[in-house]
Every structure is written in structure tokens, then in C-alpha cells.
């Protein structure tokens, strides 16, 4: 007993959390050091898990006063901001021109919003869970659950946030900005999904991939549905893959306090294996779908095929008993959007532009201004020619 003692007393020195403190200036609440709850085994070690990074550059980069705000924004844990950014990316990139990169200054533009609007998503989540938090050892410490930001701040924080974003929204196209708005209600369903069904992932899938629409009709004005659709889809399976994966850290505190998840409602026997397979393959298929709706060339399939693997990977090794590893296969996924992504740009990229305007094109090209043109048996053979030895560009 008294080695536990011992062992949370050094624990205690070491790790820190949050706590009120209120600054004779500016009122504001900030972190100070304080010992983390822990956990002694019969053994006489301790342990804790928690989701607050206190290695991160937000810790030792930025004022005392902020940390709690970037904190409440997950500006410490950058995955889910390139979770939401991802089928925005992909979206942007089916819309370019054959033989084209994509817009940079579009990708910019997305990624500026996914950082705010992931850290407005999130801080919407705490206010709704602010007192379920504080019942998950996960997420205790987090700024509105400890106690180191009230409500009236993180409404303000949110407003902020939002500002970004609809700065963000307003340089789209019009038709870009009536869509997005159309994904609103779904932020503010996910948190009180989970009080209510065992599938939370889906509205967050719903919510989160709402990108791979206005990615398109950030180009185009327009969506081009056979395409869009298809790619929503794949990145909805592809979130309830991952975010099952890490809705198993917290299964344990959301079945004593009655929150639901896939996790649970899947378990963590053979029988989830195969479910998150499904995922997996349901997603393949879906993303495959929209590369060839879009025209892409065959190297687009070596991307996919390298997010299949990716998928199989996780699904094979993950261990759902252990929260390390949920956490470890989780933030991996930025792998698999990657693949997608590389595997849509060099679809793009070896695209001639003559393969999505036809041979008709360049068979005009061949008609000087002026020329009547050779007789309809001549037209025909050029057709061939061309088809056998296309002339050169100039």
C-alpha cells in the first residue's frame, strides 16, 4: 500500500491537468499544474488515460490564458482536422482538369475551414458532454468537464470559430456555400446521437464527409452527383471503420453511464472484425465507383488498392482490448487519405485531355481555318492515323 502511495506521489509530480484560476486582469481561466487521477493495481503501479497532450507545442508555445481554448479546439491533437479535411481534398481533385493538379489555393482554403470548423465541432461535442466527460477518464480533464473554461467562454470560443469558417465559406462559390449549409443540423445531431443509438459513427460519417460535395462544387459551381455520391460514401464507410476503432477506448465508461457507440453495440469478438471489414470493403467499392464515374486513369486504382490494404491492415492487427493501439490505428488513417488522394491526382494527372474530349478533337485539329477540309474517305483515314501516330502538340 504504502509503494501506491509512493508511486502516485511521483505520478502526481510529473503529470499535470486542469484547474480554475481566475487572472485579476482578465478574469480568464487557465491551466495549472495539477496531478492527473490515477489508478493503483495491486502490483503498486498507477496508471491513467487521458486525451489532454501535455507535450504538445500548444502547451509550451502559447500563452497560459490560451491553452485551455486551443485545448477545447483539439489544436493539440491535428488528426481530426485532416480526418475532415481529406474528402475535401479528394473532392477538389476528382473536379480538376484532365492532365491538371488541382487547385492549391482551394486546398488553402479547405484546409483553413477543417481547422476551424473541427475545433467548432468539437467544442459544440463539450458543451453537450461537458457532464458526461467528467465521468470518462478519457476526457475528464478536458477544459469544460475540469472546470477550466465555462460555458460563457466556449460559446464565444464557438462564435470565433464560426466566424473562420464562414469566411472561409464565403470566398465558394454560391452553390458551394447553400451546400455546406445544408450540414449544419447534422453537427449538432452527433452528440446527442449517442444518447439515443448505438450508431453515433453514422451521423458523424454523414457529418464529416460533407466535404467530398462541396469539394466539387467549390470547381464546378455544381455537383456532378454520379461522382459526389458515390465518394460521400466511400469516406461515410470509412469513418465508421475508424471511428469505431476509437469509440473502443471509451466502451467501458460509456456502458456504465449508458452512452452508446458501435463499439458496443458491435462488441469486440470476431463479429466486430467483420463488420469493420465490411466497412472496409463497402468503402473500396464506393470510392472505386466515383473514380470511374469520374473517367480516372488505371493508376487511380493503385491509390484505392493501397487504401484497401491500409483498411485490411487495421482491421487484421487492431487490438479492441487495448486503447493504445485504438489510438494508434485511428491517427494511421491519415495514411489511408493520403493513398486516396494520390491515387485521384496521378488518375488526374495521366488523363490526356484528349481521352475525356474524344478523338473528334484532334481530328478537327488537324482542319486548318480557311480549308474545306479533306473529302469524308479522308476524314476517316486521319481519324486512324491519328489513333495509330498522334501528331504533336505544339
Not at 461535442?125 to 460563457?152: C, F, H, K, Y
Not at 488498392?305 to 487484421?316: D, L
Request: hydrophobic residues 45%; contains cysteine; charged residues 15%.
Amino acid at each position: 500500500m504504502r509503494r501506491c502511495r509512493d508511486s502516485d506521489s511521483m505520478q502526481a509530480s510529473r503529470l499535470r491537468t486542469f484547474r480554475r484560476v481566475a487572472t485579476p486582469a482578465s478574469r480568464l481561466l487557465v491551466l495549472r499544474p495539477l496531478a492527473s487521477p490515477s489508478r493503483c493495481t495491486s502490483g503498486g503501479s498507477s496508471s491513467s488515460f487521458t486525451d489532454i497532450n501535455e507535450q504538445s507545442w500548444v502547451h509550451r508555445v502559447l500563452p497560459t490564458a490560451a491553452v485551455p481554448y486551443a485545448a477545447l479546439g483539439r489544436w493539440d491533437r491535428p488528426i481530426g482536422t485532416w480526418l475532415l479535411l481529406w474528402p475535401c481534398l479528394w473532392s477538389t481533385s476528382l473536379a480538376a482538369p484532365a492532365g491538371a493538379l488541382p487547385d492549391v489555393s482551394l486546398f488553402a482554403l479547405f484546409g483553413l475551414g477543417a481547422f476551424a470548423m473541427r475545433g467548432a465541432g468539437c467544442t459544440v461535442n463539450d458543451l453537450w458532454d461537458r457532464d458526461i466527460d467528467r465521468q470518462v477518464e478519457r476526457t475528464r480533464t478536458r477544459p469544460l468537464a475540469s472546470g477550466a473554461l465555462g460555458v460563457p467562454q466556449a460559446i464565444g470560443f464557438l462564435g470565433a470559430q464560426c466566424s473562420v469558417g464562414l469566411g472561409v465559406l464565403l470566398a465558394l462559390p454560391p452553390y458551394a456555400v447553400a451546400l455546406s449549409f445544408l450540414s449544419v443540423p447534422l453537427v449538432g445531431l452527433y452528440p446527442l446521437a449517442k444518447r439515443v443509438t448505438n450508431w453515433p459513427q453514422a451521423v458523424l460519417g454523414l457529418t464529416f464527409n460533407w466535404g467530398a460535395l462541396v469539394g466539387w462544387a467549390a470547381v464546378h459551381g455544381s455537383c456532378d452527383w454520379s461522382v459526389v455520391l458515390p465518394l460521400y460514401a466511400g469516406g461515410f464507410w470509412w469513418t465508421l471503420l475508424y471511428d469505431t476503432i476509437y469509440a473502443h477506448q471509451d466502451k467501458h465508461d460509456d456502458a456504465k453511464i449508458g452512452i452508446g457507440s458501435t463499439a458496443l453495440g458491435l462488441g469486440d469478438g470476431a463479429d466486430a472484425r467483420r463488420w469493420l471489414a465490411a466497412f472496409g470493403v463497402a468503402c473500396t467499392a464506393s470510392l472505386g465507383l466515383a473514380g470511374a464515374a469520374a473517367g480516372l486513369h488505371p493508376a487511380f486504382y493503385v491509390g484505392i488498392a493501397g487504401g484497401a490494404a491500409h483498411m485490411g491492415w487495421q482491421v487484421a492487427t487492431v487490438d479492441l482490448g487495448s486503447r493504445e493501439d485504438c489510438l494508434r490505428k485511428f491517427k494511421s488513417n491519415n495514411a489511408m487519405g493520403l493513398l486516396v488522394l494520390a491515387g485521384i491526382v496521378a488518375g488526374k494527372l495521366l488523363l490526356d485531355r484528349v481521352d475525356e474530349e474524344g478523338p473528334e478533337v484532334r481530328v478537327k485539329d488537324l482542319i486548318t481555318d480557311g480549308d474545306a477540309g479533306p473529302a469524308p474517305e479522308s476524314k476517316a483515314k486521319s481519324r486512324v492515323i491519328w489513333l495509330l501516330w498522334p501528331p504533336p502538340t505544339a
